[in-house]
């Protein structure tokens, strides 16, 4: 059983920059695609980005492309989401997620775990 612990949200001033953290235990962590969704009130979940075992793949929602980064430290068992330019359009509850194995299409479900989600609001 994994456990994921999100931490980094908070507010922000639109243009403003956070920079969200996923602690993993409980796992071979290196053994999981890992990656970042969203929901905003009354919304479906999105997916945001997700990045490969290894860490040398990675994918992003068009949304946040060119704005966000994902990085991984298998050393470390964490997972991390650097926001940046951030719009009002960004305000949600950012969930950490792993899938057993390949990244390939991460972005279409799957997951076989997921953090409880920290809350990120951009103010305009």
């Known amino acids: 059983q994994v456990q994921l612990v999100e931490s980094g949200g908070g507010l922000v001033q639109a243009g403003g920059s956070l920079r969200l953290s996923c602690a993993a235990s409980?796992?071979?962590?290196?053994?999981?695609?890992m990656g970042w969704f969203r929901q905003a009130p009354g919304k479906e979940r999105e997916f945001l980005a997700a990045i490969s075992r290894g860490g040398g793949t990675t994918d992003y929602a068009d949304s946040v492309k060119g704005r966000f980064t994902i990085s991984r430290d298998n050393a470390k068992n964490t997972v991390t989401l650097q926001m940046n330019s951030l719009k009002p359009e960004d305000t949600a509850v950012h969930y950490c997620?792993?899938?057993?194995?390949?990244?390939?299409?991460?972005?279409?479900?799957?997951?076989?775990?997921w953090g409880k989600g920290t809350l990120v609001t951009v103010s305009s």
């Open positions: 997620a792993a899938r057993w194995g390949s990244v390939s299409n991460y972005r279409f479900g799957g997951m076989d775990y």
């Open positions: 409980g796992g071979t962590f290196s053994n999981y695609a």
